[in-house]
């Protein structure tokens, strides 16, 4: 019945279980009061700390402002622990276990033991002192009232200093000043309000550590009833050095208040970015998307039309066959024409292909060792030599197989406005459109007749086998290959890579995914052979 009860009642006020520490101390995160939750579910939460940088919580702030209601909030959440029951907090709090929990909230004086509310107050706190050890949580509302304002702030103080000393846990109230300056003077204590609208004259019961309240006396006092005459006096008698401090700390809450508006102005705004990135982000696969697709129509009315460019040459074809000399000529004069036409259709369509990625070549950009895509073979490889006056460059495709171009039949490289890499960390242009549109080698499983295993090999050896057993696969017709690097030093990983872009039997790779064998290995798209 017990643990049923103390289910039931955690699911009430939507409690959960804090992590427990062995050093005395809280961090509370949306901490509510159990009753008050159950009277109201949207009561305010509020964040607590202490015990980790500061033994001592000194709030002040507003009359009916809920620092007494803060200060139970703590102390059952404490006891609440103590005894294996879920609390009224976030679950990412945190609670110590406190062997000694003492209170003092209400007013103390006893007619019948002779007591006024001074002395019935210095009777609990006289037992405080003598309790007070590094596992106690020590709670005081309105800390030394009833008494000289000027002599019970001092005794406040004195109090608060003893209880620090044996390294209690202390939260207290007041409205003292003396102890609001306390904080700024000494790390051990820690100041914080309750926050009240001055617009409305209704507090907010929200909690703000490291900034002193202010009462709001007055203003309070006539939300209450009392006769504006009356307030007006009163104001003309408050000494003006307290109505400066008064004053003082007003604004700072005001600044506070101001900042906490603008921090949440920050938060709608980065919220309306994100957003509005995402929407781009949309569009631009849409964009993309729509690309493809008129691309891939493209493509289809192209193969239309060399349909019909074959239709057309069997034709012709058979009109030779059964035409003279002359006539044979005629046609092969046609057809070389029609030869040119298609490829230099086809040139175009290519080159169309690739003109987001490559440009048409600037001759005196082209130099020794920069890269170049070659239109016929759709293909990067890296030129070895120029000859101006031909207007042709000798590119290497991989190895040691080279080959000439005229200059019409290659492409440049576009600039992709990206800083300049350490040689060690150099990265070729197909892994770098691979990054940008995604890679188009397929997902591949592993087979005894589409690996190649470079391990423990060197990277010379393991170049050329690796070229050895491309050649291999990709004359048995096998789509795509596993090479198996794996990671060591990385030296094997890079030379692979980097001899990849040159090899006449690859079309794109990638680096493996997870159940591949992730960047161990690397997934080769082959040519067709």
């Given at each position: 019945?017990?643990i049923a009860?103390?289910?039931?009642f955690s699911?009430a006020v939507?409690?959960?279980?804090?992590?427990?520490?062995?050093r005395?101390?809280m961090?509370l995160?949306?901490?509510r009061?159990?009753?008050?939750t159950l009277m109201n579910?949207a009561?305010?939460?509020?964040?607590v700390?202490?015990?980790?940088h500061?033994r001592?919580l000194?709030i002040?702030g507003?009359?009916t402002g809920?620092?007494?209601?803060?200060?139970?909030?703590?102390g059952?959440?404490?006891?609440?622990?103590?005894?294996?029951?879920?609390?009224?907090?976030?679950?990412?709090s945190?609670?110590g276990?406190?062997t000694?929990?003492?209170?003092d909230?209400?007013?103390?004086q006893?007619?019948?033991?002779?007591l006024?509310?001074?002395?019935g107050q210095?009777?609990?706190?006289?037992?405080?002192?003598e309790?007070?050890?590094?596992?106690?949580?020590?709670i005081?509302d309105?800390?030394?009232?009833?008494?000289?304002p000027?002599?019970?702030?001092a005794?406040?103080?004195?109090?608060?200093e003893?209880?620090?000393?044996?390294?209690?846990c202390?939260?207290?109230?007041?409205?003292y000043?003396?102890?609001?300056e306390?904080?700024?003077k000494?790390?051990?204590?820690?100041?914080?309000?309750?926050?009240?609208?001055t617009?409305?004259?209704?507090?907010e019961?929200?909690l703000?550590?490291?900034?002193?309240?202010t009462?709001y006396a007055?203003?309070?006092?006539?939300?209450c009833?009392?006769?504006?005459?009356v307030l007006?006096r009163?104001?003309?008698?408050?000494n003006?050095?307290?109505t400066?401090?008064?004053?003082?700390?007003?604004r700072?809450q005001?600044?506070?208040e101001?900042m906490?508006e603008?921090?949440e102005?920050?938060?709608m705004?980065?919220?309306?970015?994100?957003?509005e990135?995402?929407r781009i982000?949309?569009?631009?696969?849409?964009?993309?998307?729509?690309e493809?697709?008129i691309k891939?129509?493209?493509?289809?009315?192209f193969i239309?039309?060399?349909?019909e460019?074959?239709r057309?040459?069997?034709?012709r074809i058979?009109?030779?066959e059964?035409?003279?000399v002359?006539e044979?000529?005629k046609?092969?004069?046609?057809?070389?024409?029609?030869?040119?036409?298609?490829?230099e259709?086809?040139k175009?369509g290519?080159?169309?292909?690739f003109?987001?990625?490559?440009?048409p070549?600037?001759?005196e950009?082209?130099a020794?060792g920069?890269?170049i895509?070659v239109?016929?073979l759709?293909?990067?490889?890296e030129i070895?030599?120029?000859d101006?006056e031909?207007?042709?460059v000798?590119v290497?495709?991989?190895?040691?197989?080279?080959?000439?171009y005229?200059?019409h039949?290659?492409?440049?490289?576009?600039?992709?406005?990206?800083p300049k890499r350490?040689?060690?960390?150099?990265?070729?242009?197909?892994?770098?459109v691979r990054?940008?549109?995604?890679?188009a080698v397929?997902?591949?499983?592993?087979?005894s007749y589409n690996?190649?295993?470079?391990?423990?090999?060197?990277v010379?050896e393991?170049?050329?086998?690796?070229?050895d057993?491309?050649d291999g696969?990709t004359?048995?017709g096998v789509?795509s290959?596993v090479i198996?690097?794996g990671?060591?030093?990385?030296a094997?990983?890079?030379?692979?890579?980097?001899?990849?872009?040159?090899?006449?039997y690859?079309?794109d790779f990638?680096?493996?995914?997870q159940?591949?064998?992730?960047d161990?290995?690397t997934?080769?798209?082959l040519?067709?052979?």
């Amino acid at each position: 019945d017990l643990i049923a009860g103390a289910a039931s009642f955690s699911e009430a006020v939507r409690g959960h279980g804090p992590e427990v520490t062995e050093r005395p101390g809280m961090r509370l995160f949306s901490a509510r009061h159990p009753l008050l939750t159950l009277m109201n579910p949207a009561a305010v939460p509020n964040d607590v700390e202490l015990g980790e940088h500061y033994r001592c919580l000194i709030i002040s702030g507003a009359n009916t402002g809920g620092k007494t209601v803060l200060l139970k909030t703590i102390g059952l959440c404490a006891l609440m622990t103590l005894h294996g029951l879920h609390i009224p907090a976030s679950p990412d709090s945190t609670m110590g276990v406190f062997t000694c929990i003492m209170a003092d909230i209400g007013d103390d004086q006893n007619l019948a033991q002779s007591l006024s509310t001074f002395s019935g107050q210095m009777a609990v706190i006289r037992e405080m002192l003598e309790r007070a050890d590094r596992a106690a949580l020590i709670i005081i509302d309105e800390i030394v009232v009833g008494t000289n304002p000027r002599q019970g702030s001092a005794l406040a103080r004195a109090v608060l200093e003893e209880l620090t000393v044996r390294e209690s846990c202390v939260v207290a109230t007041t409205h003292y000043n003396e102890l609001k300056e306390l904080a700024s003077k000494d790390a051990r204590f820690m100041n914080a309000s309750v926050s009240f609208n001055t617009g409305t004259l209704k507090p907010e019961y929200r909690l703000h550590t490291g900034i002193p309240g202010t009462s709001y006396a007055l203003e309070i006092a006539g939300n209450c009833g009392i006769p504006p005459a009356v307030l007006a006096r009163a104001s003309d008698l408050l000494n003006e050095s307290e109505t400066g401090a008064d004053a003082l700390i007003e604004r700072m809450q005001k600044m506070e208040e101001e900042m906490r508006e603008e921090r949440e102005a920050v938060r709608m705004e980065r919220q309306a970015l994100r957003e509005e990135r995402e929407r781009i982000g949309l569009k631009e696969q849409r964009q993309r998307r729509r690309e493809e697709e008129i691309k891939r129509l493209e493509g289809i009315s192209f193969i239309e039309e060399i349909r019909e460019h074959r239709r057309g040459i069997a034709e012709r074809i058979k009109r030779i066959e059964e035409a003279g000399v002359a006539e044979s000529w005629k046609e092969y004069e046609a057809l070389r024409r029609m030869e040119e036409d298609v490829m230099e259709e086809i040139k175009d369509g290519v080159g169309e292909m690739f003109r987001d990625r490559y440009e048409p070549v600037n001759p005196e950009s082209l130099a020794p060792g920069k890269r170049i895509f070659v239109l016929p073979l759709e293909r990067e490889g890296e030129i070895a030599a120029v000859d101006p006056e031909r207007e042709t460059v000798t590119v290497l495709l991989g190895g040691n197989i080279t080959s000439r171009y005229r200059y019409h039949d290659l492409l440049s490289p576009r600039d992709r406005g990206t800083p300049k890499r350490k040689t060690s960390e150099k990265k070729t242009v197909t892994e770098d459109v691979r990054e940008t549109e995604g890679s188009a080698v397929p997902m591949t499983i592993q087979t005894s007749y589409n690996t190649v295993d470079l391990r423990g090999m060197r990277v010379l050896e393991g170049l050329r086998k690796m070229e050895d057993d491309l050649d291999g696969m990709t004359r048995s017709g096998v789509d795509s290959a596993v090479i198996i690097h794996g990671h060591g030093t990385g030296a094997m990983k890079e030379a692979v890579r980097s001899a990849l872009p040159g090899s006449p039997y690859v079309r794109d790779f990638r680096a493996g995914e997870q159940g591949e064998g992730g960047d161990g290995v690397t997934i080769v798209l082959l040519r067709k052979g």
